[in-house]
């Protein structure tokens, strides 16, 4: 059974449905299609009204979420066929109360990119040796490349994809990314600006110019195997998106906010992290795993929201 919940957290929505739902007319209509899927000129015939009465209730009962249409091609061209969404809906009256907010953790582990570009210099490391060939993006496909801890490229981007299934049942007040992370110069060099962008669901959140490629001691939690002339460890930001705006590290750095984001329109959340093409300081990147740098963590993912309202009774 399909349902439905109306509350005051969305009046716009519960007005919209009371005012769909008080029209006999629209009541038959919705009547008529628990039967099966109908064209408007169907439903003409059936009610004895006129398609244009019945095709512009129709668009009544779609804005309001009660019925699905679509195109569907006939003798005289397209008609539109109608189902039913839903059937059965719960109104709650009372004025919700305020819900606790509540975080949750999501750990992505560097090598887990479900899409990359990369170009020279680039490499992955893993626990106790390289993954495939230094400088060859082809690497970046090898099958131990899941077990990544170090990767880096001058160019490009990796990209990977997080559970979405918390919009489902709760309302999404902010997301955060944190990850470890410093410019790529051959062996290692503080001074070497690169210009780091990140992407939410194809959304620009903004750029962090990282002051170099730091090396000159060993990172807390990189392996010893791992030459001290090398790349250690990174810096660890926090990137943060709200109702209004994007800050990192706490400090406002563009407008993006949630809504820009378009979370309800797919299963997964997207993260880019890269260099654009286009950047003034393209001195690649290095991304930590949980076992390399100075900060033992992959790229971690925090989601702070509150409960949907179920619209039911205690």
């Given at each position: ?108 582990p560097i090598g887990h ?160 992290i890269g260099i654009r ?38």
């Amino acid at each position: 059974m399909k349902h439905m919940e109306l509350n005051f957290y969305d009046p716009k929505r519960l007005q919209m449905v009371a005012r769909a739902m008080a029209s006999e007319v629209r009541l038959n209509i919705l009547q008529l299609l628990d039967e099966c899927s109908m064209n408007i000129a169907e439903i003409a015939q059936r009610l004895g009204l006129p398609m244009s009465t019945v095709s512009n209730n129709v668009v009544i009962l779609e804005e309001a979420g009660l019925i699905r249409t679509e195109r569907q091609n006939g003798v005289h061209g397209q008609m539109k066929l109608c189902s039913r969404r839903t059937d059965d809906i719960s109104f709650q009256l009372h004025k919700p109360q305020r819900k606790r907010l509540s975080s949750f953790f999501y750990q992505m582990p560097i090598g887990h990119y479900t899409d990359c570009r990369v170009a020279p210099t680039c490499g992955l490391l893993g626990l106790q040796s390289n993954i495939g060939e230094q400088d060859d993006p082809t690497a970046f496909y090898d099958e131990d490349r899941f077990n990544a801890q170090l990767l880096w490229f001058q160019q490009g981007y990796v990209e990977y994809r997080f559970s979405n299934q918390l919009q489902k049942d709760h309302i999404i007040k902010c997301i955060e990314i944190s990850f470890e992370a410093c410019s790529e110069a051959p062996n290692y060099r503080a001074d070497y600006p690169s210009d780091i962008t990140v992407w939410l669901n194809g959304v620009e959140l903004g750029t962090w110019r990282c002051p170099g490629d730091f090396g000159g001691r060993q990172g807390h939690y990189t392996p010893d195997w791992w030459s001290l002339s090398s790349t250690q460890y990174g810096l660890l930001k926090r990137w943060r998106v709200n109702e209004h705006d994007c800050t990192l590290d706490d400090v406002p750095i563009s407008g993006v906010n949630l809504e820009q984001l378009a979370l309800a329109d797919r299963p997964y959340i997207t993260l880019r992290i890269g260099i654009r093409p286009d950047a003034v300081n393209q001195g690649g990147i290095n991304l930590f795993g949980e076992h390399f740098g100075d900060y033992q963590q992959a790229i971690i993912m925090r989601v702070d929201c509150i409960e949907k309202d179920t619209g039911k009774g205690d």
